[in-house]
Nanobody, 125 residues
Framework: QVQLVESGGGSVQAGGSLRLSCAASGYRFSEYCMGWFRQAPGKERDRVAVIDTDGSTTYGDSVKGRFTISKDAAKNTLYLEMNSLKPEDTARYYC???????????????????WGQGTQVTVSS
């Protein structure tokens, strides 16, 4: 049974940093596309960043240069390092995983099979 558990969210001021973690279990971690999505109230769930089985990464335009996605296969953990946070980064952040390649899944969050419960990130101005 696949389980994804996020942690690391919180409240910070604009310009601050946070690191999110996603502890994964129940599947071969290195064989899945994994990613971070976020959803603000009243808005669609957007792809933030993904990392594929070969380690290649893709970022949303709004976070390029500020966020970094990485994974530690030995710990079965996915990370999202977030720097220079802005109020518009405020959202609930979700960890996602899927057997398919990230390139195939694209930006459509509905294609991902496995999700965590999310962790809230709030950035104040």
């Amino acid at each position: 049974q696949v389980q994804l558990v996020e942690s690391g969210g919180g409240s910070v001021q604009a310009g601050g940093s946070l690191r999110l973690s996603c502890a994964a279990s129940g599947y071969r971690f290195s064989e899945y596309c994994m990613g971070w999505f976020r959803q603000a109230p009243g808005k669609e769930r957007d792809r933030v960043a993904v990392i594929d089985t070969d380690g290649s990464t893709t970022y949303g335009d709004s976070v390029k240069g500020r966020f970094t996605i990485s994974k530690d296969a030995a710990k079965n953990t996915l990370y999202l390092e977030m720097n220079s946070l802005k109020p518009e980064d405020t959202a609930r952040y979700y960890c996602a995983a899927d057997w398919s390649r990230c390139a195939y899944l694209g930006t459509e969050w509905r294609r991902y099979d496995y999700w965590g419960q999310g962790t809230q990130v709030t950035v104040s101005s």
